[in-house]
Nanobody, 122 residues
Framework: QVQLVESGGGLVQAGGSLRLSCAAS????????IAWFRQDPGKAREFVGY????????YIIDSVKGRFSISRDNAKNTASLQMNNLKSDDTAVYYC???????????????WGQGTQVTVSS
């Protein structure tokens, strides 16, 4: 059974930092692409960034570029989303997803975590 479990969310003041983790089990993590999405209530799920299976390729959307970064540790079956200089617009539920290709679209990702809430107070 495949499981992705996000952790590290919480309440932070604007300008602060959080590091989200995604712990994977039940899949071959080292050959899986990992993506992060976020969703605010009433809005569509938004792609944030992805990282290739080896970690050699990463992509982050422009609105968080320079503030967010994605990494992974295949030895520990974990991926991370480091978020710095957080803004109120970053408030959302953040999800990690695992798949076989690198894409900004959510549908090709086979497996999803339950999400972790990030709330940024201004």
């Amino acid at each position: 059974q495949v499981q992705l479990v996000e952790s590290g969310g919480g309440l932070v003041q604007a300008g602060g930092s959080l590091r989200l983790s995604c712990a994977a089990s039940g899949l071959t993590f080292s050959t899986s692409t990992i993506a992060w999405f976020r969703q605010d209530p009433g809005k569509a799920r938004e792609f944030v960034g992805y990282i290739s299976a080896t970690g050699s390729i990463t992509y982050i959307i422009d609105s968080v570029k320079g503030r967010f970064s994605i990494s992974r540790d295949n030895a520990k079956n974990t991926a991370s989303l480091q978020m710095n200089n957080l803004k109120s617009d970053d408030t959302a539920v953040y999800y990690c997803a695992a798949g076989e290709i690198l894409t900004v679209r959510p549908s090709p990702y086979k497996y999803w975590g339950q999400g972790t809430q990030v709330t940024v107070s201004s």
